[in-house]
């Protein structure tokens, strides 16, 4: 069963950084996509980020990817969205999630950016 464990969520402060890990587990599958979703308060579920576990390329969703970036540690089995420059905007749940055939979530961690 595929497990994903999400950390990293906090208040900060606009124009602070957030790191979040997110661990998988579970599934001995190679070929996948791995990353992060949004959803603030009120608005639907947006894609954040992604990254293939078969080549390393990087989806970062255009809005953010002056400020965000993604990474894999392969030997952890861990994923990484380094967020920087936070908006107040950016104040939503974030949820890591794994795509293959279906998608996989792990549990939401709430970030909120405060003035």
Excluded at 57 to 80: G, H, L, P
Excluded at 95 to 114: K, M, N
């Amino acid at each position: 069963e595929v497990q994903l464990q999400a950390s990293g969520g906090g208040l900060v402060q606009t124009g602070g950084s957030l790191r979040f890990s997110c661990v998988a587990s579970g599934f001995t599958f190679e070929d996948y996509a791995i990353g992060w979703f949004r959803q603030a308060p009120g608005k639907e579920r947006e894609g954040i980020a992604c990254i293939s576990s078969s080549d390393g390329s990087t989806f970062i969703n255009y809005s953010v990817k002056d400020r965000m970036s993604i990474s894999e540690d392969d030997a952890r089995e861990t994923v990484y969205l380094q967020m920087n420059s936070l908006k107040r905007e950016g104040t939503a749940v974030y949820y890591c999630y794994l795509r293959r055939a279906r998608d996989y979530w792990g549990q939401g961690t709430q970030v909120t950016v405060s003035s």
